[in-house]
């Protein structure tokens, strides 16, 4: 059976430690979409991981982990993250490329960089992965294939002069940049086939017949369904699609095998990046759950830039659920909100001085205010606790409001970051 693991909202819901649990159960983790821009936090018995680009089945030997069509391969990220899990004690990953994935060239992060410099004020808080002007090139046929990278040199001197011909353009006249040279962009896509030969291979041939076999196989999402580039806060978006149904293109399956979606989300908002963010609070209040949020805090896992913090938005989360097409949610970090005597939630916008219950296109989304409902808060710590009975009635009737609000039976709570703190429902 295939299931994804995708996130509901902005990202940073705790996917990582959902798929992590659930990779116990699988034969297949495969990464689908976008590159090494996000990070998602593993905490197991190795100790704790921020997986930037390796799929989050590598802690487990007989698990085949695939890096889909669909990514932006960070080749130095890629091996950096092996290597630091085989420093570390971890048996060397059982991971496949797919020959149809693309790299990110160290010119796309060159021009991430010299892109956001540009629109200064009006930045997109890029992590200057290069990952947008990488699925630019993609869609614009000037990106480079992983099966590219074995063919002749006479077609890829062609190809990268065809490529540079409009990056040099750009480069010289916008940004005043250094031209680059076909010969080192040559040399460097032959330094990424060398590190990258061991790895490659068909994988949708594979995956033909892992589904065929009936094997157990994880489409792990990065970043959540706001940042989609169509149905999220366009233009504050990535440039791939989140959505659990990009995972069939992304990694090259059939939709209709698709038979599970388990959204992530989280108790309470948090966002990284520019763009609306209509149940965001600031001030001490913020600090605290920032301080206190997930694991060790609520800061970027791959900038540390601390993550603008909001309650928790039935509107954005119902809306985030139903995009993915989920088919029940995990909600997580339930433990963090235990310090607090009464929880806001955000139950409906105002939009134009009407009440709305719909998750509107940015520019109304722009003017949205909040409206709350509080909550009583429990004031116990509730980590450690297995059964769902157990928990104080306070927290039931929190996650028993989100459940009957957006539309997804909430089937696992998360209650601690490490693999253990799960309550099924
Ligand atoms: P991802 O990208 O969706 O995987 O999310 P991140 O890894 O960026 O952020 C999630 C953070 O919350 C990580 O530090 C996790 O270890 C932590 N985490 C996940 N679930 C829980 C939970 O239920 N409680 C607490 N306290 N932390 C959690």
Redesign the pocket.
């Known amino acids: 059976m295939v299931k994804a693991v995708v996130?509901a909202c902005w990202?940073?819901?705790?996917?990582?430690?959902?798929?992590d649990m659930l990779a116990d159960k699988s034969d297949i983790v495969i990464r689908f979409q976008g590159g090494s821009n996000?990070?998602?936090?593993?905490?197991n018995e190795y100790g704790?991981f921020?997986l930037h680009q390796l799929p989050?089945g590598v802690f487990h030997s007989n698990i085949t982990n695939i890096i889909g069509n669909g990514v932006a391969l960070s080749v130095e990220n890629f091996v950096s993250e092996i290597k630091e899990l085989t420093d570390r004690g971890i048996p060397h990953p059982n991971i496949i490329v797919s020959d149809r994935c693309q790299v990110v060239m160290p010119y796309h992060k060159q021009q991430d960089g010299l892109e956001e410099a540009r629109i200064a004020d009006a930045a997109f808080g890029s992590t200057k992965s290069g990952i947008a002007p990488f699925y630019s090139d993609k869609y614009g046929k000037i990106g480079f294939q992983v099966s590219e990278l074995f063919a002749d040199k006479e077609y890829l001197m062609n190809r990268i002069s065809n490529v540079l011909t409009l990056k040099n353009t750009l480069f010289k006249n916008l940004y005043g940049a250094e031209v680059l040279k076909v010969e080192d962009i040559y040399n460097k896509l032959m330094e990424y086939r060398d590190l990258l030969e061991p790895y490659v291979a068909d994988t949708f041939d594979f995956l033909s017949k892992a589904v065929k076999d009936n094997k157990e196989i994880l489409l792990e999402g990065?970043?959540?369904s706001l940042k989609d580039p169509d149905h999220g806060i366009y233009p504050m978006v990535t440039s791939s699609s989140t959505l659990a149904g990009y995972g069939a293109i992304g990694a090259g399956l059939p939709p209709y095998e698709i038979k599970e979606i388990i959204s992530?989300v989280?108790?309470y908002s948090s966002a990284v990046g520019a763009g609306a963010f209509v149940s965001e609070f600031f001030g001490e209040e913020a600090d605290e759950l920032r301080r206190r949020?997930?694991?060790?805090g609520?800061y970027?896992?791959t900038t540390g830039r601390p993550r603008r913090m909001g309650w928790f938005d039935v509107v954005a989360s119902r809306y985030g659920c139903q995009v993915q097409g989920a088919t029940c949610a995990a909600l997580?970090?339930?433990?963090?909100l235990s310090y607090l005597d009464e929880i806001p939630i955000c139950t409906a916008y105002e939009l134009d001085g009407e009440e709305i219950g719909y998750f509107p296109s940015t520019v109304k989304l722009e003017r949205c205010r909040p409206i709350y409902k509080v909550m009583p808060g429990w004031k116990t710590d509730i980590?450690g606790i297995r059964n769902y009975n157990d928990l104080p009635d306070n927290a039931k009737r929190y996650i028993e409001f989100i459940d009957a609000n957006i539309c997804t039976p909430i089937k696992m709570?998360?209650?601690?970051?490490a693999r253990e703190?799960?309550i099924y429902r």
């Open positions: 996130g990202g940073d819901e705790g996917k990582g430690k959902i798929t996000a990070g998602h936090t593993i905490i704790k921020t989050s990065q970043l959540g992530v989280k108790a949020g997930g694991d060790g609520e970027g896992a997580t970090v339930v433990d963090v980590r709570v998360s209650n601690g970051p703190d799960i």
